[in-house]
């Protein structure tokens, strides 16, 4: 079979393929600004050590992100290899270790597209980020299983780890606290490395991969947060015993409930794969003539089942269902919007909430409490958006416990951006809503 180059009239074809309007603000409609989104909240949060970029929930438009608007989260500096010079090396407990260069990997027939949201472990609504750790593109690549399978995956590999480019100081205890030069790495099971859904991808939206988002090749593992989708991929080892790096054994932890005969024991456990989760990304509204209309878009996803049905609640009043507007593939974030119809003149809180097909409800943030403490996952109530425990608050106690926090804040602005700090993903977001257009 001959090979086909991969060149950029494919890129642009495959780009010209991607829906880019299922949330589109017709001419006629205007934002309801919400009440949550204050001045700590910055697209461009912060430059590096961490780099944190944040998506803008409320320009949420399409299915694909665009790479300029994608969210970044990387915990140094954005790394901008020499596409000529960089090899991807495979090795370990492989029968035929491999090296392949870029054009190598664009050479191969067997590319395809996969849509995958990835979304940071830390997303939260925390008012500096406001739900923006999470995006979603059309990824382009080729199989991980299958180039695991040329290299020969030997039956005692027990896991794959992936390193990147980007890399840290750090000092080891076991040597001494010797100083040493350590790539950013995680580390997953043989057997969730060999899933067929996941990618060495070169390509998003139908273009190259940006310096932000991997360039010249990322690992796409569908269903998996952010901190496992290794970023300017450089080398993949498979190995026979456990990987204990820093951001494996000692970062991106969670504590999980086993509970038994009226007790509780809190297990230590790493982050791996996303939670259900729906968000609010805004409220417009248009005129229909003395009065306005109101529309209400999000999106959903993550969790292990696909998504049935979005609900909507409005203060305290009944859940609604949402309509789903559009969805693609299984690891994708689907878009709904709900048409308000009853709005009043007031401060309105409007929560959501998803369903997926084994009956699984984004669970409350006291249901979380119960099962489930991390700094990144869900603190208070990080990682669910079953946002009823939000319209239980009230509004009044909301603005009051939100200004506590801004004012926590303010005590370590001058620190780096800490995102395992005050994780409040409840995702409620308040509103004045007027009843009539002012006349002009």
């Given amino acids: 079979m001959s090979r086909r180059r991969f060149s950029r009239r494919r890129f642009l074809t495959w780009g010209a393929g991607v829906p880019v309007c299922a949330l589109a603000l017709p001419s006629d409609e205007e934002l309801v600004p919400f009440n949550d989104y204050g001045p700590e909240f910055s697209v461009e949060a912060q430059a590096d050590n961490p780099r944190v970029k944040c998506f803008d ?254 609900e909507v609640q409005v203060d305290t009043g009944p859940w609604r269902p949402a309509t789903i507007e559009q969805r693609t593939g299984d690891f994708a974030w689907l878009l709904w919007s709900f048409d308000w119809k009853d709005a009043t003149p007031a401060l309105h809180t409007i929560v959501c909430r998803a369903t997926n097909a084994r009956g699984e409800t984004q669970p409350t943030r006291e249901q979380l409490r119960n099962s489930l403490i991390s700094n990144r996952e869900n603190s208070i109530n990080q990682k669910p958006s079953n946002r009823r425990v939000c319209s239980q608050i009230g509004v009044s106690s909301w603005i009051e416990r939100l200004a506590r926090v801004v004012q926590d804040l303010d005590l370590v602005r001058v620190q780096k951006l800490d995102l395992s700090e005050f994780n409040d993903g409840c995702g409620m977001n308040a509103m004045f809503i007027e009843s009539a257009p002012t006349q002009a």
């Fill in 57 to 310: 929930l409320r320009g949420l438009i399409s299915l694909a992100t665009p790479a300029d608007d994608f969210f970044a989260f990387h915990q140094t500096q954005t790394v901008r290899p020499d596409a000529g010079a960089w090899r991807l090396r495979i090795g370990g407990v492989v029968r035929r270790p491999a090296e392949f260069s870029l054009q190598d990997l664009l050479n191969r027939n067997d590319h395809r597209d996969l849509p995958v949201t990835i979304e940071c472990s830390g997303n939260s609504g925390d008012p500096r980020i406001m739900n923006g750790l999470v995006s979603n593109a059309v990824w382009t690549g080729v199989s991980l299983a299958a180039i695991l399978r040329e290299c020969g995956v030997e039956p005692e590999a027990r896991e794959v780890v992936f390193l990147g480019m980007d890399s840290e100081l750090e000092r080891k205890w076991e040597a001494g606290n010797t100083p040493y030069l350590s790539p950013y790495g995680r580390s997953i099971f043989s057997q969730d490395a060999q899933a067929p859904a996941n990618l060495l991808a070169f390509a998003m939206n139908g273009q190259p991969l940006t310096a932000e988002h991997g360039f010249p090749l990322r690992l796409i593992l569908p269903g998996w947060y952010g901190m496992a989708q290794v970023k300017w991929l450089t080398r993949i080892e498979v190995i026979n015993r456990r990987y204990e790096g820093r951001h494996m054994a000692r970062n991106y932890q969670s504590l999980h409930a086993l509970k038994s005969a009226g007790e509780t024991l809190w297990l230590d456990t790493s982050i791996s794969r996303n939670n259900l989760k729906s968000v609010i990304a805004r409220v417009t509204r248009r005129r229909a003539g003395a009065r306005y209309e109101h529309r209400i878009t999000g999106a959903a996803w993550g969790g292990p089942g696909s998504i049935k049905t979005v």
